[in-house]
């Protein structure tokens, strides 16, 4: 009797703790898909490690992307160099879907931070990140207009 009670425990416990390891191990949906030509025929590819910062080859021999379709969370930056350096020549978002470009391989990072490295390029148009105009810039005549236009009226 106490061999079947210690059997059904034994049972029970496995039967509660394997599911909840299964899915430590389980595929979270996360994938970067892309098409390319191989020999004249479209050739499907997947990568399913989009580990941030981690640069990964695509499987096309002269770069000639197809389609991508970014379907993870992360934003993937394609670069036209086998070692993601310099500018990248495609920022695909999350879920976004582009065709037709030329890489060799893609990196991801969070979206957040493609964010924050995006507030950067008002910097070229008179603006810090932080929304404050530069004196001297084209912005900056815009608001001395506006507020011209505004002090003859008041």
């Known amino acids: 009797m106490r061999l079947r009670t210690t059997a059904v425990a034994l049972a029970g416990a496995l039967a509660l703790t394997l599911p909840a390891g299964a899915q430590a191990f389980a595929d979270d949906g996360q994938a970067f898909n892309y098409v390319f030509l191989k020999d004249g025929e479209r050739q499907l590819a997947q990568i399913s490690d989009v580990t941030e910062g981690k640069c990964q080859k695509l499987a096309v021999a002269d ?3 197809q389609e991508i379709a970014n379907d993870t969370d992360m934003v993937a930056l394609l670069f036209d160099n086998a ?3 310099g500018e990248p020549v495609v920022a ?3 879920g976004e879907k582009v065709g037709d ?3 060799v391989a893609v990196a991801f990072e969070h979206a957040e931070h493609a964010e924050q490295g995006g507030q950067g390029e008002h910097a070229e148009h008179g603006e810090h990140a ?3 105009v530069m004196p001297g810039s084209d912005a900056d005549e815009e608001e001395d207009l506006f507020d011209k236009a505004f002090s003859a009226v008041g």
Do not use: E, Q
């Open 130 to 132: 932080d929304g404050a």
């Open 63 to 65: 770069g000639a992307v």
């Open 83 to 85: 070692t993601c350096s």
């Open 92 to 94: 695909a978002g999350p």
């Open 101 to 103: 470009i030329t890489a």
